[in-house]
């Protein structure tokens, strides 16, 4: 591994920490934190890009090894929110939203994975 990747990595990491961050904020300002709304959403953009990036990928770009390694690995890496959707459904389970955490749990793996089966549908649609 080159230390040129890793600072491909590095640079997409940052930017996806600071886009989770802008977008987490920005949805809890608009709707409230008593429910992990953020890190859903977070969760179904990034699974919708990654789909996207590597449909467009396969499809009609073909990004360098640095480039795909920045978006895939370091830029959606840092944007999607899987441990905090660990942390998030595990708080509303500790303070007794049962029902509340069941609920976010089952939303976010379903409509993440739709996202990302949309994102390569659509993708395949718009470049057969």
């Not at 590095?10 to 920490?17: F, M, R, S, T, V």
């Not at 895939?72 to 955490?101: E, H, K, P, Y």
């Not at 409509?111 to 470049?127: E, P, V």
């Amino acid at each position: 591994m080159s230390g040129n990747m890793l600072l491909y990595v590095a640079a997409g990491g940052a930017l996806g920490a600071v886009g989770r961050f802008l977008l987490m904020s920005q949805i809890g300002q608009m709707i409230g934190h008593g429910f992990p709304y953020g890190t859903l959403v977070v969760n179904i953009v990034g699974s919708f890009a990654l789909g996207a990036f590597l449909e467009t990928s396969t499809l009609i770009w073909s990004p360098s090894p640095e480039i795909r390694a920045m978006v895939v690995i370091g830029m959606l890496g840092a944007f999607t929110t899987f441990s905090a959707f660990s942390f998030d459904a595990f708080t509303l389970m500790d303070r007794g939203d049962i029902g509340a955490a069941w609920l976010y749990i089952v939303v976010s793996v379903f409509l993440s994975i739709g996202a990302f089966f949309a994102a390569i549908s659509l993708f395949r649609y718009l470049f057969p």
